[in-house]
């Protein structure tokens, strides 16, 4: 029979911190994942859970100067339906929707979603693509990293044992356009097989990009960046030859995993194809 961990629910950040500082804790806010671990089906349970659900600190969606600010305890449902994310980042929301059912986006964070470190992660090629800085904080203060260095490795994360995930800061990049697809075995409630997302600078039509991110997840150890790929796309017209270009060096690039939900053939195949199909839309043909 599984053994529930011990579990001490803080009232203030400064509270948690201090328990932090004290003893190991496995962060926990919405519980989807952890729930599963406690059963013995993902991996050992941790002896101590910090319920930092009740943290006020760690809520709410804001613009501050020229980042898109989230809260590490914004639940999908709050992204669905915040009017400043579909202003300014509207694939974070389309992203939040493809996340299990409501009984999860209602539970489910961002910030778990980036703790946890799943390679299939929805939210995570996002954070990658968009070049956000995740907020860390302690009772030695706080620190940013870039999500690029946030996955360093196979379920690890930059976050010291006495850290917090505080919240995600998105650049507000005036021309910036972002794009996301997931595929999985269903439209609902399905674990990636492969996830994308691609950002770049410029209108879309006909006109060349610049500053290309195309990140993807559920094809790695990590969520990864795909170097050679973006370095096609950089200055180049969203048109059938740049499309037909992108999608063979995308499938030449990747190593993909195989597992219990997908072939890395598989992957491969349809993250070209996806890549293909972002850019048919984006050049509007």
Known sequence: MPVEPHVTSPRTLSEAY???????????????DLLVQITGELGDPPDRV??????DELRGIAVDGDALVLGALTTYTEM?????????????????????AAQIQNRGTIGGNAANASPAGDTLPLLIACDAELVLG?????????????????RRTALAADELLLRIRFPMVGDRQVRFRKVGTRRAQAISKVVMALAWRGDDGTAPWRDVRLALGSVAATPIRAGATEAVLDGASPDQ????????????????????????DYRRAVAARVLHRLIREAGGW
């Open 138 to 154: 302690s009772e030695r203060g706080e620190r940013s990293v870039t999500a690029g260095e946030f996955w360093p490795e196979y």
């Open 18 to 32: 201090a328990l932090l500082a004290q003893q190991p804790h496995r962060p926990v806010a919405g519980g989807t």
């Open 50 to 55: 910090l319920d930092i659900w009740h943290l």
């Open 80 to 100: 669905r339906r915040s009017p400043l994310v579909a202003e300014f980042l509207p694939a974070l929301s389309e992203a939040a929707a493809t996340i299990g």
């Open 241 to 264: 030859s740049t499309a037909d270009r992108a999608a063979s060096t995308l499938a030449g690039e990747l190593n993909p995993i195989d597992d219990v939900r997908s072939s890395a």
